[in-house]
Each structure stands twice: as structure tokens, then as C-alpha cells.
């Protein structure tokens, strides 16, 4: 029998929610890390009880923490008792340690001039696929870092910042890499995206990366609405079968690519707002993807009051509202970029978190939902594990 | 032995009651205190102070003695009361936010 374990990122400490199959009964785990605003967690597809999480606060900055034991106890990877003491005598406990590659340089700040890079926090955090030890995080301010050693250690693929890195300007939200694919086919190609700054592809591992913003038009925020670099990417998606077709929720617009993000086209279609934050793939149908629109960039929150997971079976461009189980009056709640994802049983089910608190679930494809909790702190991210 | 009383959450990271004993060598200073403390305690570093700069970060706050030592260089001598143990050396989390 196939059980689901939800990890549940908040403002105030992170919660996991498990149930069998049928995900209708759930138990609610935590908070873990209370009080701490946990941004991200994941687990492993090589080991689902290999979980890594992002643990920030603004007083005490960034931990990494790991469970191994599939979310019932956590530590932070390096400082068990018997890693404490490292062949020179010094203590280890360098997980929490993101230094940027050389001279961190400059971005553009919000008054257009040039600003020092900074880190803040850890915003995701992406396990390899292939290798238990090796996980990717992605940090505000912009960058990606790499741990090979099972999050011990981190090192910048700092080349990504020489993607005209000066250029990047943060948006209200702060300048993060805020989303981490890996392609299930080659393992050297990842896609991220960064908020105010676009879509970014590597095909060597991380050695290089170019911006793949081609197709992207930003008239309300860039005075070149087709620049290069400097889109305000939301999220992406890919399905595992397909990894060249990449879906995006931009600031505003809904966009798809067929070549790996070499060129994109507008998939909003009838959609009654094209703004928003998540975008996810149904499991085991490429073609079928799901977003929630938000009024506007201005009012972030459903429209009248009405929240609405909206679902396309053509790739885009078509669109039907699923609100069956969910709020249509008096709601006005956020759905966040990371806040979305879909378990891998059939039916498929798929999940979302609000900023009041609330995570839904569905499960059959969208059809009909219900919320497995209401009062949680906001919730910034949620994942699915499928258990086996 | 030097007392060092630490705030709720790095209590919790740490894994500690609410004050900690430690061994620190002289000349008893704010950044041996600190030295010390992550020696003993690897998890704490970096949320005290930054790892590569090791400036306290902007949220943190050093009491001691009624007397506030937030700014004072890493290299300051604490008071005869911390180093002799009678008084603690308190990491505080600053109030900030709403």
C-alpha cells in the first residue's frame, strides 16, 4: 500500500502531514523548528528518509537541517556528535555556510545603482536524483550552491552570476533562486530561475549557464520588454518524460517552451489573470498542467474572493477553473511559488498552501479538494513524497 | 569558567538550557567568549556572528553587566564579573519586528 508524506514549509516552523493512499486521513507532524521561518524542505529521490530543509531566521541566519529517519528527527548535517571534532581539532558545522565563489561582486539594486552581493537565506533545496550525498540550493541573493558530502559543505556554481549578473535587480520579494529542475534524463542539464532576473539553463553540469529568457515579454516591468536578462520568472515545471518541454508562471503570463527553454510562447489563453506564482505538471499527463491566478501584481490574492486551482489538459491556452472543495467566497489568501506539487499515485493528487494557512489537497487530478489543514502559520512551500 | 546565557532559539539549536559554562583562556575577550562557544557548540556558528567576516550580525546583541557590549571590538576584555563567573555574558536576540 503506497502512503504520502506532505512537507509543509511556514513562516513559523515546518510541518509534515502523512496519510495512505486514499488521502482522505491525515496525521499532522510538528512544528519542527518552531518559530523559524523554514522556507524549503525535500527529500530525496534516491532515499525518501533523506530529507534536507531550509531553516532561516533574520536574527540568526541560515541553518541546514537533515532528517534521516523521513522527517521524525532532524539534525544539521555535520554536527552529530561524532562529526564534531574534524581531524584538525577544529569542529566541522560548515552546513550553514554559503560563501559566494572569489569577489562576490555587484547587482543592480532597486535606485539602479550597483549593490554588493549579500546571502540571506536558502530559499530551495533540490536532492540530486541520482546520488544520495549530492544536493543543490538556491539562495537569495541569487545563486546557486552545491554540496556533494550530503549538505555538509557547500561551493557556488558561481558562474551562473556572470550570466550578466549586474543586471539582476531584486524584485519586491528579494533576488533568489527560487527554482531548481534537474533533467531526470541528463543529469548535467538544470534549469533554475531566479525572481527580476529570468531562466537560466546549464548543459555541463554548472560549469556554464546562459539565460534562456527568449520569447519572455515584460512591458510593464522593463523598459526593454524583451531584454535578455532581468524577467520576473515565478516558477517553472517540467515532466519527467519531456524535460525539454518547461512550463512558467511569470509575473505575468503563462508560458511553455518545446526546446529546453530556447524559445517561448504565451500559453495564458483564457485564463482570467495570467498573474501568479505556482505552476506544476500532472503526473502522468504531460500535457495537463495547473496554476492558481491571482488578481494582479498589485492585489495578491484570487479574484472577488473566489480561490481557483485552474487546469489546462492541452499544454496551455485552454483552461478550466477546479473549485470544487475550495473557498468561493471571502478568500483572500496567496498561493506561493513553492507552494504547489503533485504526488505521483493514481489518481494523481495534487497540493497547494495558502498564506493563511491553509493546504488542500486533491485527490484526483484537480477534480475535488479539501483541506488536510486550515490554520497553519503562512505556508511558503509544500512537496510530496509518494512512499512505496 | 565563563557563563553564557543564550537566546530561545539558539538554546533549542544548540540543544542546551539556557545558560552554558565554558572553559575560555585568557585574556578573557568578547571573540574568545565566542571562540569558545562554537568550539563547543559548531552549530552556533555563523548565527551569532558571520562565518567569513565574523561581525555579529545585525540581530544580535551582547548584555553583560548592565552594560551593553554590542559594539565593542572582538578583541574588548570583558569585565572581571564575567571572567570570573559571578556575572553571565548574555547573547541576546535583538527586538526587531512587529
Known sequence: MSSIRVLVGTRKGAFVLTSDGKRDKWDVAGPHFAGWEMYHLKGSPVDPNCIYASQSSGWFGQIIQRSDDGGKTWSPPGVKPEDLMGPDGMPKGQSNMFAYEGDAGTHKWYDGTQHPWEFKRIWHVEPSLTDHDTVYAGAEDAAIFKSTDGGKSWKELSSLRRVKGQLWQPGAGGMAVHTILIDPKNPNRIYIAISAAGAFRTDDGGQTWKPINRGLKSQYELPDPDAEVGHCVHRIAIHPSRPDVVFMQKHWDVMRTDNAGDQWSEVSGNLPTDFGFPIDVHAHEPETIYVVPIKSDSEHFPIDGKLQVWRSRSGGNEWEALTNGLPQKNCYVNVLRDAMCVDSLDPCGIYFGTTGGQVYVSPDGGNNWNAIVHDLPPVLSVEVQTLR | ?98
Open chain 2, 1 to 98: 569558567m565563563i557563563r553564557v546565557t543564550l537566546p530561545y532559539h539558539l538554546r533549542n539549536l544548540a540543544k542546551v538550557d539556557a545558560e552554558v559554562q565554558l572553559e575560555v583562556p585568557s585574556p578573557v575577550t568578547i571573540g574568545a567568549v565566542l571562540d569558545s562557544l562554537e568550539a563547543r557548540y559548531p552549530v552556533l556558528r555563523g548565527t551569532i556572528r558571520d562565518q567569513a567576516t565574523l561581525r555579529r550580525r545585525p540581530f544580535i546583541r551582547f548584555f553583560a553587566c548592565k552594560e551593553d557590549l554590542s559594539n565593542e571590538p572582538a578583541s574588548a576584555q570583558v569585565a572581571e564579573a564575567i571572567a570570573a563567573g559571578t556575572e553571565p555574558f548574555m547573547i541576546v536576540g535583538a527586538m526587531a519586528g512587529g
